[in-house]
């Protein structure tokens, strides 16, 4: 008797599947800037805050080999900050 064949799905293992380590590359940093560079219209802090949140998430990517550790760390940034607006307004620090 032949043994059943299995199906496969793509994203059944998605969140095990690893990204290639780049993490020796200057590729982060360069795609870091770039990303802030695309945030102008928030101004020069709002820029070097974009730039941190960039390295961080392309850390965490680097540290745990996958997208969905940034990926849920932008989301909970968004989501405390849309929190944070809706339950107080809008908070002025540097700029």
Known sequence: MARPRVL????ARIGAQRVPDHSRSPANSTSSMVFALAHT???LVG???TFIDAVLFAGLRIWF???WAPVLAHGMNN?????TYYL???VYGLW
């Open 41 to 43: 219209e928030q101004g």
């Open 8 to 11: 496969f799905i793509p994203w």
């Open 65 to 67: 080999g996958t997208l």
């Open 88 to 90: 107080i307004g809008p």
């Open 79 to 83: 989501t405390l900050g849309l929190t």
């Open 47 to 49: 820029m070097a805050l």
